[in-house]
């Protein structure tokens, strides 16, 4: 079982930068990929990036490709989602994602989740 515990939300205007840290404990980090989704209001949760467990691979939904960069420090058992340029359309609820079994692109393939941390874009 992993543990993760999600960081870095705020309040931003739009074209701000933030950065989301997830922070995990339980299983050795090294050994799964990590992901992150988020859910706006009344909307579904949607995938926004992953990773590989060696951080040699990366995956990103096309709405944040060129904004948003998911990165893993396997030392500090962290992951990472620098998001830049953010749009009102990014304001959602953003939850970290352990250990996926199968495609990364589905949140019903992981097994553990973090508690949120809120984004909110203001235009």
């Known amino acids: 079982q992993v543990q993760l515990v999600e960081s870095g939300g705020g309040l931003v205007q739009a074209g701000d930068s933030l950065r989301l840290s997830c922070a995990a404990s339980?299983?050795?980090?090294?050994?799964?990929?990590m992901g992150w989704f988020r859910q706006a209001p009344g909307k579904e949760r949607e995938f926004v990036a992953a990773?590989?467990?060696?951080?040699?691979?990366?995956y990103y939904a096309d709405s944040v490709k060129g904004r948003f960069t998911i990165s893993r420090d396997n030392a500090q058992n962290t992951v990472a989602l620098q998001m830049n340029s953010l749009k009102p359309e990014d304001t959602a609820v953003y939850y970290c994602?352990?250990?996926?079994?199968?495609?990364?692109?589905?949140?019903?393939?992981?097994?553990?989740w973090g508690q949120g941390t809120q984004v909110t874009v203001s235009s």
């Open positions: 994602a352990a250990d996926p079994r199968g495609s990364v692109y589905f949140g019903k393939n992981y097994y553990s």
């Open positions: 339980g299983r050795t980090f090294s050994t799964y990929a």
């Open positions: 990773i590989r467990w060696s951080g040699g691979s990366a």
